[in-house]
């Protein structure tokens, strides 16, 4: 008897999809979905939030900027506009890609999370759950069972915020933040804040209380690159760029970090040391992203910002550190980053390692088995997304039309033509509890290679 390993579950809605489904409507998800609309090529997008980009939109900080030029993080088929500067704000963005998901017709379906994902051996297709969330938690009708030929995992790097486990946390007085609910410093006036981590976001954060007349001591417990944004009015990365299109990696290294030196001068003075590898291998070999100055690097120097070394443990209204010293605070800022939550969800995959990024390492990591890509991994930012956007569109395209285009030397119900919504022919019988989304192709499919579970 020929028994699938996991029956369909008729209770809940049972949708087919014409087309891939894309986990996410973040940059990387809307890269996808407009490349796809390039090709002629329908979608369905998920997205657990209300809102397009909602990493950009809501779990960040006011005053933050992108850090790289503008022609380093515009998406596929549509540059920013002309009259936004080099480095645009944050509100700058949202309306770019509320303005890039309104000129390509993306309409994700929001407040869907998706419960779990996996590919059916038997039948062939991937099968995607998925709950209401947000204000449509508990809702029912979002309890829903797509079904589809591709799945595009475009979740990206930051799905969720990084918490560590710091002892004696739980015992302190003050208040206790995350960078991701961190708005303003406004609220930090007078207070003496422990921001815990110095990646860019925890430098700018540092920068931005001294700005609003804060305290802030900022931990330093790892070895980090820092590099000036501009050198000579020319953008650092840039500069980087272009120096690798004719340098060796070693080489062009070492120019940044002489021109760091010249431009910053010894930042190790100032507690912060340099790793023994060079900024742009570091990035290349391991994702760390060096830290762009944009300011942060001459409050250390006066002294507005005190860098401090590891956390030993937290004791009402202080910390002590692994150097004996204790520091009285009033308020933690977890400026620890974030990380991918794919293995929260996709089932039955190895692609994906436990940390939640492709195994294969970039360029190669878009690509997977049965029709699984991943878009927003190659932790080089948006233009490495839009770089796997590209390549996973221009790759489900090619099989999209191998599979539906007529096919003369074969009879006629054979053929895989695109036919519209709920016309079937006579010896076809919809597929029971499914609702098809765009042409009855793919619920051709899943009848095909679908076989009733009581069968033999």
């Keep these: 008897m020929a028994m699938m390993t996991d029956p369909f579950n008729f209770s809940k809605r049972c949708v087919v999809v014409t087309g891939p489904i894309i986990v996410g409507a973040g940059p990387s998800g809307l890269a996808v979905a407009a490349s796809l609309k390039e090709h002629g090529v329908p979608f369905h997008i998920l997205e657990r939030a209300d809102c397009i980009a909602s990493l950009w939109q809501k779990r960040t900080y006011d005053r933050l900027k992108l850090h790289l030029p503008k022609q380093f993080c515009q998406l596929p088929n549509r540059p920013f506009p002309e009259d936004y500067p080099e480095y645009p704000t944050k509100k700058q963005f949202v309306e770019y890609l509320e303005d890039y998901a309104k000129h390509f017709g993306i309409s994700p379906q929001f407040n869907q999370a998706v419960q779990s994902a996996r590919y059916d051996e038997t039948s062939g297709l991937w099968r ?32 969720e915020k990084a918490v560590p486990e710091l002892e004696g946390l739980g015992e302190f007085s ?3 933040t995350h960078a991701s609910e961190y708005k303003s ?7 003496r804040v422990l921001v815990v981590g110095c990646g860019n976001s925890g430098m700018e954060l540092g920068l931005d209380l001294c700005d609003h007349n804060a305290y802030p001591a900022m931990v330093v417990r790892d070895s980090i690159h820092v590099l000036p944004r501009e050198v000579l009015g020319k953008s650092t990365f840039e500069l980087a760029v272009l120096l690798m299109k004719w340098l060796p990696l070693w080489l062009v290294d070492k120019i940044l970090l002489l021109l760091a030196w010249l431009v910053l001068g010894s930042i190790e003075k100032f507690g912060l040391r340099r790793p023994s590898v060079g900024p742009m291998e570091l990035k ?8 762009l100055d944009i300011g942060a690097l001459s409050k250390i120097r006066s002294g507005d910002i005190k860098v401090v070394p590891g956390i030993k443990r937290f004791s009402p209204g202080q910390v002590e550190l692994v150097d004996g010293e204790v520091l009285d605070i009033d308020s933690v800022i977890l400026a620890t980053g974030y990380r991918s939550n794919v293995p929260q969800w996709l089932q039955g995959c190895d692609f994906f390692s436990k940390d939640g990024f492709p195994r294969t390492p970039f360029p190669n990591g878009w690509k997977g088995q049965n029709g699984l890509y991943a878009v927003g991994f190659t932790r080089r930012g948006l233009s490495g997304a839009s770089s796997d956007a590209v390549s996973a569109a221009t790759d489900i395209r090619r099989v999209w039309k191998e599979e539906t285009k007529p096919c003369r030397s074969r009879p006629a119900a054979a053929c895989h033509r695109r036919r519209q919504p709920g016309e079937f022919r006579d010896s076809e019988i919809p597929l029971k509890g499914a609702e098809s989304e765009g042409s009855a192709v793919a619920v051709t499919r899943v009848r095909s290679r679908w076989k009733d579970p009581t069968e033999s």
């Design 284 to 291: 290349n070999t391991q994702g760390k992203t060096p830290v």
């Design 185 to 191: 410093g406004e609220a930090y006036c007078g207070k």
């Design 128 to 159: 995607v759950k998925t709950v209401g969330a947000g204000s449509q938690a508990g809702n029912r009708n979002l309890e829903v069972e797509y079904i589809c030929r591709w799945l595009v995992v475009a979740t990206g790097e930051n799905a």
């Design 174 to 176: 003050g208040d206790v």
